[in-house]
């Protein structure tokens, strides 16, 4: 904003002076400009859902779609974190230093995980022109040191343009017990599951209010919401009644599925009548990921059948519920009289996920530390997936079949498998058109431009100072009244996601045959391939070889646009490797913690490391009372965490290693009685495992004394990738072990403070440490 000049006159007495309000009148928004409402949904594939002709039923987005827009060839980046910055900035991923997940940053430019100030978002413009801005759910934008009481608030939503904030910060959070953020701050969830609580319910809930408050003050202000549930982010999480009704639906498979749904789709208008389906498997195997196969249907057996069935009813359940939430804020829009003309845009940030391995999982996390499935272990949850017990992941068939017709998923941005994404617009004051489809090639980075048209505003060139980067995207606001296929205005859209390349241009594709997270490097050697996606929107037919020309023009203007937008350096490593780099924080790298109880829980991406290296825990604790018990020391969940804690009057360490039952535990021989104690474990690495676990001996101590000892193994990577934080004197959110339930406060006794070593000291030299602090106490 332009600062506006005082206009008035000051003299020595105020009777003599002139007024000017105008430099301090706030903003007005321009006359007749729409609300606008983003619901953005993770992980989702055209073919799930119902208007697009998947088996998945979405009320409210047919209802949308019904009386608005849906759009063909709407495209992403392939990955959340990336997607989402061209939501907040309408500038291309790597411009706004998001090349992949935040947690994945690196010391590059296009890596940084920090919008740069070249980039002012949409809160900002809107904010700064008289609208009310709120951000609910999911904010995968902020680097992971951050995310932590004193850690830099620059990136928070609050800080980016958005009076309210209310929702979970990071990749993806548990959704009965999601790790909540209030504007600024840490909160507990209001309520829990027992009582109905389900994340979903939460957001829109927080949603109704914030609208609601501010049109009771300020009633002709328009307002900006971007709502981004955890649906259908793993874990898929639902109440048992929506999993249910689609009891038996996915019975026939992920291959029948993709059969069936795509003559869905060419009826609906979705796909040119003459679309071919591409194998289901369709990378060359010295290229493929095998993480990323699909196991043929007919080649399971009955158990696998059963259990992948129920994973896709589990997705489906979770999908139709929090439609249903957005449609009770819908409903309410439509009876305040704020429908007509509020501007919705109703879709999903990438293709379906294949982050749960050829055989699915009861815990996604252990695709991030790089851990098999094992069927027998999953089968065990079978009647409980998707409920509390479960960190579930559907198989990547379903990932394959939910992206249909498109080759591959999530992360592929070679292929429309992980870029063309569901979106649906409904704006009955600023749209004549009515249930019509939309074939026009657009992209994520075309919604901010989108919303500045539609509002009629632009993008300043100097935001605070700081020359801005100018728009990537095109307005997309000229197809709402368009013919379905009349030429889009789009020309050009590169794509690159760890390792994967892709260039569009006028109709034609470029895609380098590349698999993400393989670290088979050499990209110089990736062979590309070319379609004529206008005329092959399934990418089937390889043109390469009759139009070599074509191709090498798509290539080198994909080097362009990498320079451009600061893609290089390209980096295909395992999402362990990715995930485990050491990042700069802004505190000095130490090897000793110390941790006291009445503190916030400690987010993943600060708290000690112990990940692959010997590690100790030591507490000064008094009991006071021979009933005492309670969690001294607990770090992640059921799903993968460890834990030390007080239990009918023994001390107990569990590490549960990936939720994979049963749990290790260490218990000691002796009865705490009154009086104060130093007690801990310590874990001696000794070799790594197949599969990169760490394997070694733990010791547990009460006082000087070894009170249980036992081989143990720990993860290779994080206990979950956001959430579930380490804690002192109780266990947040859900509990890392069985033996006690959330929150498992400790109770008769008093927790002087903890302390975590990851050097090579030995343990007496952490009990030095905790009497020299006390010393200083």
Request: hydrophobic residues 30%.
């Amino acid at each position: 904003m332009a600062k506006k000049e005082f206009k008035g006159v000051i003299k020595l007495d105020v009777r003599d002076s002139t007024p000017d309000w105008g430099p301090y009148t706030p903003p007005k928004a321009p006359e007749g400009a729409p609300n606008i409402l983003i619901v953005l949904y993770d992980d989702t594939g055209q073919a799930a859902w119902e208007p697009y002709g998947g088996r998945i039923h979405m009320p409210t987005l047919q209802k949308l779609a019904d009386n608005g827009l849906i759009y063909t060839q709407w495209h992403t980046t392939a990955l959340c974190s990336p997607t989402r910055s061209t939501f907040l900035t309408g500038r291309n991923h790597h411009l706004n230093g998001m090349s992949c997940i935040t947690e994945g940053a690196q010391g590059f430019p296009g890596w940084s995980g920090r919008t740069p100030e070249e980039c002012a978002t949409i809160g900002q413009v809107l904010q700064e022109n008289g609208f009310s801005t709120f951000w609910l759910g999911k904010q995968h934008n902020v680097p992971e040191q951050d995310i932590c009481a004193g850690g830099n608030r620059s990136e928070w939503p609050v800080q980016k343009g958005f009076d309210r904030y209310y929702g979970f910060i990071g990749g993806e959070t548990n959704q009965w017990y999601p790790d909540l953020v209030e504007d600024n701050k840490f909160i507990d969830q209001p309520y829990g599951p027992e009582d109905g609580y389900h994340l979903s319910r939460d957001l829109v809930d927080q949603a109704l209010q914030m609208i609601r408050d501010q049109k009771a003050s300020n009633p002709s202000k328009p307002w900006f919401m971007w709502l981004c549930p955890g649906a259908n982010h793993a874990p898929h999480h639902a109440p048992k009644e929506y999993i249910d009704k689609y009891k038996g639906k996915f019975d026939d498979g992920y291959e029948a599925y993709r059969e069936w749904v795509m003559k869905r789709m060419i009826g609906k208008g979705m796909l040119p009548a003459d679309t071919k389906l591409p194998p289901i498997n369709p990378l060359p195997e010295d290229v493929a990921n095998p993480a990323d196969a699909v196991r043929p249907w007919d080649s399971l057996n009955a158990d696998e059948k059963k259990l992948f069935a129920r994973m896709a009813e589990v997705y489906a359940g979770f999908s139709e519920y929090t439609d249903v939430q957005v449609g009770r804020l819908v409903d309410y829009l439509e009876q305040s009289g704020q429908l007509e003309n509020t501007l919705i845009f109703y879709c999903a940030d990438n293709g379906a996920s294949g982050e749960g391995s050829p055989s699915g999982s009861v815990n996604e996390n252990k695709f991030f530390n790089n851990y098999p499935d094992e069927l027998s272990e999953n089968l065990k949850y079978l009647d409980v997936l998707g409920g509390p017990e479960t960190y579930n992941h559907y198989p990547t068939g379903w990932a394959v079949a939910f992206s249909t017709p498109y080759k591959m998923f999530k992360r592929y941005s070679e292929y429309a498998g992980g870029t063309a994404c569901p979106m649906v617009v409904h704006w009955p004051k600023g749209i004549k058109a009515k249930g019509e489809v939309r074939n026009q090639y657009h992209h994520s980075v075309d919604i901010v431009p989108t919303i500045l048209e539609a509002v009629g505003l632009e993008m300043p060139k100097v935001y605070r100072g700081v020359d801005q980067y100018p728009l990537s995207g095109v307005s997309m606001k000229y197809s709402f009244d368009a013919k379905p296929d009349a030429p889009t205005q789009k020309k050009h859209q590169y794509y690159a996601m760890l390792g994967t390349r892709g260039m569009w241009e006028d109709g034609w594709k470029a895609a380098a045959l590349h698999a993400p997270l393989t670290g088979k490097g050499h990209f110089d050697k990736d062979e590309w391939e070319l379609y004529h996606v206008d005329n092959d929107r399934s990418e089937s037919r390889n043109l390469a070889t009759e139009h070599p020309d074509k191709l090498e023009a798509l290539i080198k203007r994909w080097f362009e646009e990498a320079e451009t937008n600061k893609v290089l350096p390209l980096d295909d490593r395992s999402a362990a490797e990715l995930l485990g780099v050491e990042r700069p924080t802004e505190e000095p790298p130490r090897e000793r913690y110390i941790y006291y109880p009445g503190t916030s829980p400690v987010p993943e991406g600060v708290a000690v490391n112990v990940r692959g290296r010997s590690y100790k825990i030591l507490a000064d604790i008094e009991v006071e009372d021979a009933d005492c018990s309670g969690v001294i020391f607990a770090h992640g969940s059921r799903f993968g965490g460890h834990s030390l804690f007080v239990k009918d009057g023994k001390l107990h360490y569990v590490y549960n290693f990936l939720g994979i039952k049963p749990e290790q535990k260490f218990v000691s021989k002796t009865q705490l009685k009154p009086g104060k104690y130093s007690v801990g474990m310590e874990f001696t690495r000794e070799a790594a495992g197949p599969h990169g676990e760490s394997l070694g001996k733990t010791k547990l101590y009460v006082n000087d004394k070894v009170e249980a000892e036992g081989e143990m193994k720990t993860q290779l990577g994080k206990f979950t990738l956001s959430g579930d934080g380490l804690c002192i004197g109780r266990d947040s959110g859900d509990a890392v072990s069985e033996d006690y339930t959330t929150p498992g406060e400790f109770i008769g006794g008093e927790i002087k403070f903890v302390g975590v070593t990851v050097e090579k000291a030995q343990y007496l030299d952490l009990e030095k440490l905790a009497a020299a602090a006390f010393a200083v106490d």
